[in-house]
């Protein structure tokens, strides 16, 4: 039927794959993408080959030139293996012989695809969770660049989504600065069990040469090796655990999405949005519509999909391999492009794409009750019990609320009839920014307080 099966299978095969088959067992259509780390894997394989006498030299060199040779084809669009090599170890094996001919057909001595493909995909995970991390620095610089403008910027805070207590934007921003933070943090935790080799554990059971793990495992900047042969070829945690870091990225991504997508609305109007990042509507000519944090809501799905897909992959797998495993990877594969494409977009959404409002913004801390709590804070540092001061604020709001008034315009009569402890500072007290500039307990939204965080948060981002 093609090359592929008639060379790669041993002689226990009488006849080709039936067509559908063939199909339906490859995975060359989405493997290809580890096909560098495929070469990057066996030209280490061939080194630690030669390094304990199973290949000579000239045959190392040989073998590893062909491999780049095959790198070269590659990305230069040349290398474009089908269904008929199976996978991607395969498809480098058999062009491998073609280049090199029959010392090729030693490469692939002390080893098994489950030991390699094991070892491709940590080496792909390897190399996107850096990636991932360096573009959650960058979205974490952009929400800084922005909190550094808007220090003095209130808007109101919300529990419930009512309107509880007024905010420095800042504080706003940094807290998604925070999970940004954690984010970067388990992803680092995470690449510390990612790379960890699994080379050399071969099928299941290790292998009769004299092969020399650690020498692999040196070469391809792994900092562990597998303790356990079985455990090596079938552990797919690490895959799960990064899918677990993923589907947190997105989750703060997509919380994020959701309030800038009720910024943008009329009824809220806090920001914005710019040509650059909206989208018009087919039919209604005055519409702007924030695709950006409303595609990165919806692509959260897709993560959180993966993750379950996984744990679910692999919930009923006998020790050690088994072909499931293959179904591995598009989960990965989707899952990586999906974090990087939402992060990319959200930081340039929040670059470029966004102006907040500061008239609209001012306005809406300045008509509401969120100073309330700072009336019973007033009364209970003036010696009334807090619980008191606080059901006489409820009184206070519910006969204003009647009157159609809001607390900064009762008289001082007016307070002191509720209380005799309200004296002419009452009205400074409750102005939006003294309500802000006054929450100046560790961690809070104090102006000092934003300040000390802004810096910490530099030093963050600057220290690595
Ligand atoms: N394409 C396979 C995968 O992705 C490679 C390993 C195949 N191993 C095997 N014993 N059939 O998992």
Avoid at 157 to 172: F, K, V
Avoid at 178 to 187: G, Y
Avoid at 250 to 273: D, N, P, Q, Y
């Amino acid at each position: 039927m093609n090359i592929a099966q008639s060379t790669t299978w041993s002689q226990r095969f009488e006849t080709a794959l039936h067509p559908l088959i063939a199909e339906f067992n490859a995975s060359i259509g989405f493997d290809i993408e580890l096909l560098e780390y495929d070469l990057t894997g066996s030209q280490a394989h061939a080194a630690m080959l030669a390094h304990v006498g199973i290949l000579t030299e000239p045959e190392r060199d040989q073998i590893q030139q062909g491999l780049e040779t095959i790198r070269q084809e590659y990305r230069q669009g040349q290398f474009n293996p089908g269904i008929a090599e199976e996978d991607v170890h395969f498809a480098v094996e058999h062009r491998l012989i073609e280049l090199i001919g029959d010392i090729g057909k030693k490469l692939h001595t002390a080893r098994s695809r489950n030991d390699q493909v094991g070892t491709d995909i940590r080496l792909y995970l390897r190399d996107q969770i850096q990636q991932i991390r360096q573009q959650l620095r960058q979205l974490q610089r952009v929400l800084l660049t922005l909190a550094d403008q808007h220090i003095e910027t209130l808007i109101p805070g919300y529990t419930h989504l009512q309107r509880a207590q007024p905010l420095s934007l800042a504080h706003h921003l940094l807290a998604y600065f925070e999970m940004a933070q954690r984010d970067w943090c388990r992803l680092g935790d995470v690449l510390g069990r990612v790379n960890i080799s699994p080379l050399g554990c071969g099928a299941l059971a290790g292998t009769t040469f004299p092969i020399d793990r650690q020498y692999t495992a040196q070469q391809l900047g792994f900092e562990q090796i597998y303790a356990n042969s079985l455990d090596g070829v079938s552990d797919r945690d690490f895959a799960i655990e990064f899918a677990g870091a993923a589907s947190l990225i997105m989750v703060h991504l997509s919380r994020l999405s959701e309030e800038i997508i009720f910024w943008a609305s009329e009824e809220f109007g806090f920001v914005t949005l710019k040509d650059s990042c909206a989208t018009g509507s087919s039919i209604m000519p005055q519409k702007k519509n924030p695709d950006v944090p409303e595609l990165v809501r919806g692509k959260t799905g897709r993560v959180f999909g993966h993750l379950q897909g996984l744990l679910t992959l692999m919930k009923g797998l006998p020790l050690a391999y088994n072909k499931d495993l293959q179904e591995d990877k598009e989960a990965l594969f989707d899952t990586v492009k999906t974090v990087r494409g939402c992060l990319s977009a959200m930081t340039i959404l929040l670059a470029e794409g966004l102006e907040f409002r500061p008239q609209r913004l001012a306005a809406a801390v300045a008509e509401d009750f969120s100073n309330a709590t700072d009336v019973a804070d007033y009364l209970a540092a003036k010696g009334v019990p807090f619980r008191e001061a606080y059901n006489l604020v409820g009184k206070v709001v519910k006969t204003s609320l009647a009157a159609n008034k809001l607390l900064k315009d009762l008289t001082l009569d007016e307070w002191q009839a509720l209380h005799p402890a309200f004296a002419a500072d009452i009205y400074a007290a409750i102005a939006p920014r003294q309500v802000v500039a006054a929450r100046n307990s560790a961690g809070g939204t104090g102006f000092d307080q934003v300040r000390q965080a802004l810096q910490q948060a530099h030093q963050t981002v600057a220290a690595d």
